[in-house]
């Protein structure tokens, strides 16, 4: 494990690259010992530093849920950062595409739970029951640490690479639909580059979900109603650029769109 003191040093620098846009240097590469309990450790930190300087923790999100994904990163299971309300867009929005660093976009469903979901025994029925709603999301990743070589601790501590969300279709009671079979086809300027089925989220996206309620638990951490979970894209992650107008059509459960300026 790092000193504290260096985790704190680390979390630090990436506050400050959240604020200029500058991302610091792989943290792999200056601190080759550093281990997933590390990044962890860091990612708590600067989600302490977000919630002093006034930010509320509204929900989680949930990376490398795929096969395809896992497979990239040499890791065996997902891994989760956390959401906070600045960080909840509306459908339709502008973005400011300079606000980011790299940004991407994956398609994603969002359970936002009606009651609290603990571990360390939660399961995908405890989920299915917690539930309120699930609703359609586009997650805009970010990055505040250098791309190039990044290894799943650099990016655990860089929040998951979480950098905003965008909610908007038709939210859905979980007995409405059948979650595994949730489609969506995503385009960038009416040319449509990627399509995904939620199944490829671990066989059911409500499954990342009872990961996380177990993996918290570890931490004496809950999921509370109300809260946002993001549970892990079912498309590859598509770069944009200025200018470029997002929209993806999940069928039934409606559509979420943006444009970045």
């Known amino acids: 494990m790092l000193e504290q003191q260096t985790i704190e040093k680390i979390a630090d620098e990436l506050v400050a690259a959240g604020a200029n846009r500058v991302p610091v240097p792989r943290l792999t590469s200056r601190y080759p010992e550093m281990t997933v309990e590390d990044s962890y450790a860091v990612q708590n930190v600067w989600s302490r ?37 600045n960080m909840v867009l509306e459908n339709g929005c502008t973005v400011q595409w300079d606000a980011y660093t790299h940004p991407r976009i994956e398609v994603e469903l969002a359970f936002v739970l009606g009651k609290p979901l603990s571990g360390p025994n939660c399961s995908i029925f405890d989920v299915l029951d917690a539930t309120e709603y699930v609703v359609p999301a586009l997650e805009i990743l970010d990055s505040r ?22 909610v908007g279709g038709r939210p859905v009671k979980v007995s409405d639909v059948d979650l595994r079979w ?43 109603a109300g809260e946002i979970i993001l549970a892990g894209s079912f498309t590859r992650p598509m770069w944009v650029h200025k200018g470029d107008t997002v929209h993806a059509d999940y069928g039934q459960l409606g559509s979420v769109t943006c444009r970045f300026e």
Not at 184 to 190: H, T
């Open 49 to 85: 530093r977000m919630q002093e300087s006034g930010r509320k923790l509204v929900g989680r999100k949930i990376g490398l849920t795929s096969k395809a994904m896992q497979a990239a990163t040499g890791i065996t299971e997902p891994d989760y950062g956390v959401i906070f309300d």
């Open 145 to 166: 640490i250098e791309m190039e070589g990044r290894t799943i601790v650099d990016t655990i501590s860089d929040n998951a690479a979480m950098g905003a969300m965008v």
């Open 182 to 224: 949730v489609a969506a086809l995503l385009y960038k300027n009416q040319t449509i580059e990627e399509t995904g089925v939620a199944a490829g989220v671990l066989n059911h996206p409500a499954a990342g979900v009872y990961w996380l309620a177990n993996k918290l638990a570890a931490h004496g951490t809950t999921l509370g």
